[in-house]
T-cell receptor, first 109, second 115 residues
Framework: DAKTTQPTSMDCAEGRAANLPCNHSTISGNEYVYWYRQIHSQGPQYIIHGLKNNETNEMASLIITEDRKSSTLILPHATLRDTAVYYCIVNNAGNMLTFGGGTRLMVKP | GAVVSQHPSWVICKSGTSVKIECRSLDFQATTMFWYRQFPKQSLMLMATSNEGSKATYEQGVEKDKFLINHASLTLSTLTVTSAHPEDSSFYIC???????????FGPGTRLTVL
């Protein structure tokens, strides 16, 4: 599995966009970029994933660089309920996921 | 999206007893499910891969005789912690691949406390 590098923590003001970066320079051609988040004492929640193209859903947008070596998860209007640990994971579809330390996002009023 | 449930959500047991945790895929079938555990302030660690109709595969350092996994149907995998001890106290989480692109969906987790 390709490894990922994320900042340990980030702060964001409520109502502003939260941009969470992830580096995955060793990603292989058939590996997806997945984003999950974990709110305290809950199971990880799927947010979004992509292969090459940028993706958007009701929760977030995923921007993947052309060389696929990095990506950014964008929460367009962060709320206090978005405070969580965000995990960027690269893997083939269907495989088990290897979790790193993630980014602890703190949304502040 | 696909839904995965776990039961129970929390359990407290005495040292030496066994505890069974269920993981169900509610609206899809899963020939493979994954079991993780998470200790406080740590990330999720994969314990084992549950395979429907065959033996589970365990990660290095996970005792297969202590953590019994049964994947009896396409929607149910169970993890039994046998002869539980306080050091087994943890947050146990399962996942299953679902949807058009086999995205992993996680259960809500089961918090096990062994006294």
């Amino acid at each position: 599995d390709a490894k990922t590098t994320q900042p340990t923590s980030m702060d964001c003001a409520e109502g502003r966009a939260a941009n969470l970066p992830c580096n995955h320079s060793t990603i292989s051609g058939n590996e997806y970029v997945y984003w999950y988040r974990q709110i305290h004492s809950q199971g990880p929640q799927y947010i979004i994933h992509g292969l090459k193209n940028n993706e958007t859903n009701e929760m977030a947008s995923l921007i993947i660089t052309e060389d696929r070596k990095s990506s950014t998860l964008i929460l367009p209007h962060a709320t206090l309920r978005d405070t969580a640990v965000y995990y960027c994971i690269v893997n083939n579809a269907g495989n088990m996921l290897t979790f790193g330390g993630g980014t602890r996002l703190m949304v502040k009023p | 999206g696909a839904v995965v449930s776990q039961h129970p959500s929390w359990v407290i047991c005495k040292s030496g007893t066994s505890v069974k945790i269920e993981c169900r895929s509610l609206d899809f079938q899963a020939t493979t499910m994954f079991w993780y555990r998470q200790f406080p302030k740590q990330s999720l660690m994969l314990m084992a891969t549950s395979n429907e109709g065959s033996k589970a595969t365990y990660e290095q350092g996970v005792e297969k005789d202590k953590f019994l996994i049964n994947h009896a149907s396409l929607t149910l995998s169970t993890l039994t912690v046998t002869s539980a001890h306080p050091e087994d106290s943890s947050f146990y989480i399962c996942s299953a691949p679902g949807g058009l692109t086999d995205t992993q969906y996680f259960g809500p987790g089961t918090r096990l406390t062994v006294l």
